[in-house]
């Protein structure tokens, strides 16, 4: 039962051009989102997380948007540079289980130069 | 900071036999840790979650026989994948939560490919 989703697998970007990243979650209980970032043979690596509290977070050029009514949330990487292509898993975790995090299946980008 | 480790980061074994996978906090002293598992462009599905110095709580669907989990000490956990059979064959990545953390906070080892003939 895949609880989060991220429908696109992969896509590709022009430098300096906006990437928008989104990711689908089903379980209402979720009250905590995170964006990770995985390079090849790496493990995925923190980037960015929101509370169910807000609708906005902003770090940087990264920017996530948590849209609850809808189940909802995207990455905004403003602007896309070479450096950020990357696989990008979006994660989702409830207060009661904080344990356990939920991970979409990943969305492939490529910012070209 | 918070860098984890996993070795081997590859492994090739004949099935029916058992193969261990080593998870270690190399800056900080990890209370809990986990353990994923990784099927080709699926997500990660955490298998087992584990407190230094207690037994392992595994998820739904993972048996605890055949996956086993040992975290003997603050920096180090293993995941023994006994009796190997082909359809073990996946990508496992471990992560760790510092004991100072925050109770999201995960930090993600490199993952191990595992391929059983």
Not at chain 1, 77 to 82: A, E, N, R, T, Y
Request: charged share 20%.
């Amino acid at each position: 039962d895949q609880q989060v989703k991220q429908n696109s697998p992969s896509l590709s970007v022009q430098e300096g051009r906006i990437s928008i990243l989104n990711c689908d979650y089903t379980n209402s209980m979720f009250d905590y989102f995170l964006w990770y970032k995985k390079y090849p043979a790496e493990g995925p690596t923190f980037l960015i997380s929101i509370s169910s509290i807000k609708d906005k977070n902003e770090d940087g050029r990264f920017t996530v948007f948590l849209n609850k009514s809808a189940k909802h949330l995207s990455l905004h990487i403003v602007p896309s540079q070479p450096g950020d292509s990357a696989v990008y898993f979006c994660a989702a975790s409830g207060s009661y289980n904080f344990n356990k995090f939920y991970f979409g299946s990943g969305t492939k980008l490529n910012v070209k130069p | 900071g918070a860098v984890v480790s996993q070795h081997p980061s590859r492994v090739i074994c004949k099935s029916g036999t058992s193969v261990k996978i080593e998870c270690r906090s190399l800056d900080f002293q990890a209370t809990t840790m986990f353990w994923y598992r990784q099927f080709p462009k699926q997500s990660l599905m955490l298998m087992a979650t584990s407190n230094e110095g207690s037994k392992a709580t595994y998820e739904q669907g993972v048996e605890k026989d055949k996956f086993l989990i040992n975290h003997a000490s603050l920096t180090l956990s293993t995941l023994t994948v006994t009796s190997a059979h082909p359809e073990d064959s996946s990508f496992y990545i471990c992560s760790a939560r510092p004991g100072y953390a925050a109770s999201y906070e995960q930090y993600f080892g490199p993952g191990t490919r595992l391929t059983v003939t």
